[in-house]
């Protein structure tokens, strides 16, 4: 599996760019060739269900404004979905709430009703997870953010999945469940407390607005008339917070067991995101992106501010 990342600057606004940055991170290690991007749009049938169920929600709000344009991306939407259902034998309602991130990472057998969902999932094949009509719940489901479902889990009613839980292969979940908690049987208990699963969803999900770099740039207050050289000196430190912010990047994804050249590949990924820039292979060195020199040099280059 890949290492963590968070590259997607607006998972709100744009849920399906995530969905496709986690499908490379983990998917493809991270590399975005030609051969990974064909595989991925063309031969991943784990993709096609999201990208499926992606469209099917912007074809509804689309059709929603313009009731006669957005008729053939509704009609595309309906038969799209309804060849997902019988070839895929996968099935995600159009009314679930999602949040960004979302792996299938096997579509087999996953039907999935109007719930909600929070960012950054992962599920299994023959997972079920809608509403139970035993005892006259109609309720469904909410799951938090962070969840990992195992395969043939099972999760009905009016139940609330904490962040980070981890339901077990062939749980049957009918019961609030904790946040960070371990969850197995059927019925479903918890087997553990503070259960970290990051080694199994291996992406993050982060939004501007919770880190500092989103808040960074709003304070850098225009000096008001002061004395001398101050105006001068206002490009070199912006120049100086793309380098930063490059180098503090780069220094998250290092891991001191992991493959250098990959980390590079991803800092590289993230250079060409963030700076709208085009790196050679030549350029994308683990001891040239390490030093703010060699960032400065690899963004000048490259035709990114630097």
Same mark, same amino acid.
């Given at each position: 599996?890949?290492?963590?990342?968070?590259r997607?600057?607006?998972?709100?606004?744009?849920?399906?760019?995530?969905?496709?940055?986690?499908y490379?991170?983990?998917?493809?290690?991270?590399?975005?060739?030609?051969a990974?991007?064909?595989?991925?749009?063309?031969?991943?049938?784990?993709?096609?269900?999201?990208?499926?169920?992606?469209?099917?929600?912007?074809?509804?709000r689309?059709?929603?404004?313009?009731?006669?344009?957005?008729?053939?991306?509704?009609?595309?939407?309906?038969v799209?979905?309804?060849?997902?259902?019988?070839?895929?034998?996968?099935?995600?309602?159009?009314?679930?709430e999602?949040?960004?991130?979302?792996?299938?990472?096997h579509?087999?057998?996953?039907?999935?009703?109007?719930?909600?969902?929070?960012?950054?999932?992962?599920?299994?094949?023959?997972?079920?997870?809608?509403?139970?009509?035993?005892?006259?719940?109609?309720?469904?489901?909410?799951? =938090? %953010?962070?969840?990992? !479902?195992?395969? &043939?889990?099972?999760?009905?009613? @009016? +139940?609330?999945? =904490? %962040?980070?839980?981890? !339901?077990?292969? &062939?749980?049957?979940?009918?019961? @609030? +469940?904790?946040?960070?908690?371990?969850?197995?049987?059927?019925? &479903?208990?918890?087997?553990?407390? @503070?259960?970290?699963?990051?080694?199994?969803?291996?992406?993050?999900?982060?939004?501007?607005a919770r880190?500092?770099?989103?808040?960074?740039?709003?304070?850098?207050?225009?000096?008001?008339?002061?004395?001398?050289?101050?105006?001068?000196?206002?490009?070199?430190?912006?120049?100086?917070?793309?380098?930063?912010?490059?180098?503090?990047?780069?220094?998250r994804?290092?891991?001191?067991?992991?493959?250098?050249?990959?980390?590079a590949?991803?800092?590289?990924?993230?250079?060409e995101?963030?700076?709208?820039?085009?790196?050679?292979?030549?350029?994308?060195?683990?001891?040239?992106?390490?030093?703010?020199?060699?960032?400065?040099?690899?963004?000048?280059?490259?035709?990114?501010?630097?």
């Open positions: 599996m890949g290492d963590m990342r968070d997607v600057e607006d998972p709100d606004l744009r849920p399906f760019r995530t969905d496709v940055d986690k490379y991170t983990i998917a493809a290690e991270g590399r975005r060739g030609p990974q991007r064909l595989r991925l749009w063309f031969w991943n049938a784990d993709f096609r269900v999201v990208a499926c169920y992606r469209f099917d929600r912007a074809a509804r689309y059709q929603a404004e313009h009731r006669v344009a957005g008729l053939p991306a509704r009609v595309f939407a309906a799209w979905r309804r060849r997902v259902m019988n070839v895929h034998h996968a099935d995600i309602d159009h009314r679930a999602i949040g960004p991130g979302l792996f299938l990472m579509h087999t057998g996953v039907f999935i009703g109007p719930v909600t969902i929070g960012d950054n999932c992962v599920l299994h094949h023959n997972v079920t997870i809608g509403q139970r009509v035993a005892s006259g719940d109609h309720g469904v489901p909410r799951l =938090g %953010d962070d969840v990992w !479902i195992g395969p &043939g889990a099972t999760i009905t009613g @009016d +139940v609330t999945i =904490g %962040d980070g839980a981890t !339901i077990s292969a &062939g749980s049957v979940v009918s019961r @609030d +469940v904790p946040p960070r908690s371990l969850v197995a049987g059927n019925p &479903g208990r918890v087997i553990a407390s @503070d259960y970290d699963n990051s080694s199994m969803l291996n992406y993050r999900v982060r939004r501007p880190t500092p770099e989103a808040v960074a740039p709003e304070p850098v207050p225009e000096p008001v008339p002061e004395p001398g050289p101050e105006p001068d000196d206002t490009p070199a430190r912006a120049d100086d917070a793309h380098v930063d912010r490059a180098l503090a990047e780069y220094a994804l290092r891991d001191p067991h992991g493959d250098r050249h990959l980390e590949v991803k800092a590289a990924i993230f250079l995101d963030v700076f709208h820039v085009v790196l050679r292979e030549e350029q994308i060195d683990p001891d040239l992106l390490g030093t703010a020199e060699g960032m400065r040099a690899v963004l000048a280059q490259a035709g990114g501010t630097a």
